[in-house]
């Protein structure tokens, strides 16, 4: 069964068998992604669930992966990168006024530390800020309001933001703010 945006979005597709719902289109591609996709959970094995290498961690991790299965990587998704600061502080006892400090530090390390490493590129997911968050749907975010360091976007090579979700539709606009070559 179709839910409604589906069947506001399909309402002029004729051909029945384009009309397919968004959860069978996801449990088709599953088999697809569950072979290519590695997921390497961060959280710790203390029962605080704290990581605590920060980037180092996450780096030795990827390593470690990479030669145990002699495998290449094309693109790795850090989620989220606020949070990785976050587990960091905690764990290992420092400021949480330094947060935005090791957020900032994020893009340059893993950038080399995998990215350059393993000729694979990198991607970070943050935060906009709670006021951007306010942002009305189908308005342009730009890097310049990511959450607890406005640094973060201006050491990254490029920067997508998406937009607020709208209700009716669930379209979500994407703007690119920055573009480096």
């Known amino acids: ?12 597709t004729k051909d029945e ?7 069978e289109r996801f449990a088709s591609i599953k088999g697809l992604v569950n072979r290519y996709t590695q997921i390497l959970d961060m959280s710790g094995s203390t029962p605080a669930k704290l990581g605590k290498g920060f980037t180092s ?7 470690k992966y990479v030669a145990a299965n002699k495998v290449q990587i094309g693109t790795v998704c850090v989620d989220y990168v606020k949070l990785m600061a976050d587990r960091h502080i905690a764990a290992n006892g420092n400021k949480m006024e330094n947060l935005r400090h090791y957020i900032r530090r994020v893009p340059a390390e893993l950038s080399v530390g995998i990215g350059i490493k393993h000729n694979c590129v990198v991607w970070l997911l943050h935060q906009i800020s709670g006021e951007a ?5 189908g308005k342009a975010l ?3 309001h990511s959450s607890e360091s406005k640094d973060f976007g201006e050491n990254v090579h490029r ?3 998406l937009g607020q979700k ?3 539709s669930g379209v979500q606009r994407m703007d690119a703010s920055k573009l480096r070559s």
């Open 1 to 12: 069964t179709l839910r409604d945006y589906e069947l506001r979005r399909y309402s002029n």
């Open 159 to 161: 920067v997508f933001c």
């Open 17 to 23: 068998a384009m009309r397919i719902p968004e959860v």
């Open 133 to 137: 968050n306010s942002i009305r749907p």
């Open 57 to 63: 961690e996450l780096i030795s991790q990827i390593d």
């Open 142 to 144: 730009h890097h310049s």
């Open 166 to 168: 709208h209700e009716e």
